[in-house]
Every structure is written in structure tokens, then in C-alpha cells.
């Protein structure tokens, strides 16, 4: 189908390594999201970009975590020096715009385990 | 942190409605009110928003009460495929748009 793509689905890796998280949003989509999951809980925001630039990272937890979109499409979400508390799932979402009519389409999540 | 208060959990019959509240008390004139839903193991889906006026659309239901501090959606004929949880959600209108902010939602369980 033509929905928002996360790759990859599930990742393991150990503490302290490097992990990249890409997501693919329904194209044509200018507004793209970034969230994290932990279990039981809502997702948490992290960062919006509107085109290539970030909107808003003010959920960004630390100075590890950082998202890219250089054209404008396709980010990614770079976690350096992982955690085991950076477990998540990993959510990215797109919409046409940002405005407050936009409905939100989500990706199915890329899953974080750091052992 | 989230600007609406939901009940941890809820059960509903199948085929009966299910009726699902929301106060948002601190809701100001140009905010939304918006209604997400996650079934297990997938992202969330948009459901319905709304203003002021009540809302219908082919999957729910949004009923604001007047002074806009509470609303409920209401899934008519509940299924199975209903059980999820259920997010409430206040958002900023205008190019103010932007970012969704979730609480802990409603986890609704639709039994046979």
C-alpha cells in the first residue's frame, strides 16, 4: 500500500551502539512525526518536521537522539551511545501539513530492544 | 502532558454502542478535540475531530458538550475489531497544528 513505512521493524542491539531508524511518509506529505512507545503507555512526541526543517524537536529526550530529513521526505531518527531505557517502539506519523485539520497517518513502528 | 482526563478502561457488549468520555477542562477556543485509536501491535489511527459542533463520520460519533469542557465518542454498533485503546487528544488550531499529544487513553474491550 501507499502508508507510512518504518524500517526496520524490529532492532536489537547492545548498549552503547549506534542504531538508525528510517521512516518513509505517504508521499506528498510535508508534515512528518516522530514518537516513541514504551509499553503500557501513550505515544510520547519527539520531534515534527514541516519539509526539511524540524518544526519542533522539543521532545528530543537528550543530546543522543536526532532526526534528519535533508530532502524532505524520508527521515531518519539517529539514537548514539544507546540506552537499555531507549526500548521503544518507535513511532513515525505524516500528514499534508501541519495545521490543526491534518489528520495524522501512522507507520506500524520500528522496535528498539537495547540489551 | 496531556490536556484531557479518559477512564483507565472500559468494557462494552458487542453491538451495543460504546460510549467513551473525555473532560478536557482547560480547553481553549482554538483547540480541537481529536479521537485516536491502537489496536495492539499497530500504530494509531485517526477516528473523528471536532470544534464546537458534534461530529459523524462512517467509523464514530463526537458529542461536545456546550461549554466544550467534556465530550464523548461513541462507536454505535461496537465489534470485536473495536477492542483497542482509545486517545483523546487536544490540539492547538491553525498553523499552530502540529503535534498530537497522547495521555494514557481508554483501553476498550468489546466482549461477545
Known amino acids: 500500500g501507499a502508508g507510512v513505512s518504518q524500517t526496520p521493524s524490529n532492532k536489537v542491539t547492545e548498549k552503547g551502539k549506534y542504531v538508525e531508524l528510517r521512516c518513509d511518509p505517504i508521499?506528498?506529505?510535508?508534515?512528518l512525526y516522530w514518537y516513541r512507545q514504551s509499553l503500557g503507555q501513550g505515544p510520547e512526541f519527539l520531534i515534527y518536521?514541516?519539509?526539511?526543517?524540524?518544526?519542533?524537536d522539543s521532545g528530543l529526550p537528550n543530546d543522543r537522539f536526532f532526526a534528519v530529513r535533508p530532502e524532505g521526505s524520508v527521515s531518519t531518527l539517529k539514537i548514539q551511545r544507546t540506552e537499555r531505557g531507549d526500548s521503544a517502539v518507535y513511532l513515525c506519523?505524516?500528514?499534508?501539513?501541519?495545521?490543526?485539520?491534518?489528520?495524522?497517518?501512522f507507520g506500524e513502528g520500528s522496535r528498539l530492544t537495547v540489551l | 502532558d496531556a490536556k484531557t482526563t479518559q477512564p483507565t478502561s472500559m468494557d462494552c457488549a458487542e453491538g451495543r454502542a460504546a460510549n467513551l468520555p473525555c473532560n478536557h477542562s482547560?480547553?481553549?477556543?482554538?483547540?480541537?478535540v481529536y479521537w485516536y485509536r491502537q489496536i495492539h501491535s499497530q500504530g494509531p489511527q485517526y477516528i473523528i475531530h471536532?470544534?464546537?459542533n458534534n461530529e459523524t463520520n462512517e467509523m464514530a460519533s463526537l458529542i461536545i458538550t456546550e461549554d466544550r469542557k467534556s465530550s464523548t465518542l461513541i462507536l454505535p454498533h461496537a465489534t470485536l475489531r473495536d477492542t483497542a485503546v482509545y486517545y483523546c487528544i487536544v490540539r492547538a488550531g491553525g498553523n499552530q497544528g502540529g503535534k498530537l499529544i497522547f495521555g494514557q487513553g481508554t483501553e476498550l474491550s468489546v466482549k461477545p
Open positions: 508521499s506528498g506529505h510535508t508534515a
Open positions: 518536521f514541516q519539509g526539511t526543517g524540524a518544526a519542533d
Open positions: 482547560t480547553i481553549s477556543g482554538n483547540e480541537y
Open positions: 506519523a505524516s500528514s499534508t501539513s501541519g495545521r490543526s485539520t491534518g489528520e495524522l497517518f
Open positions: 471536532g470544534l464546537k
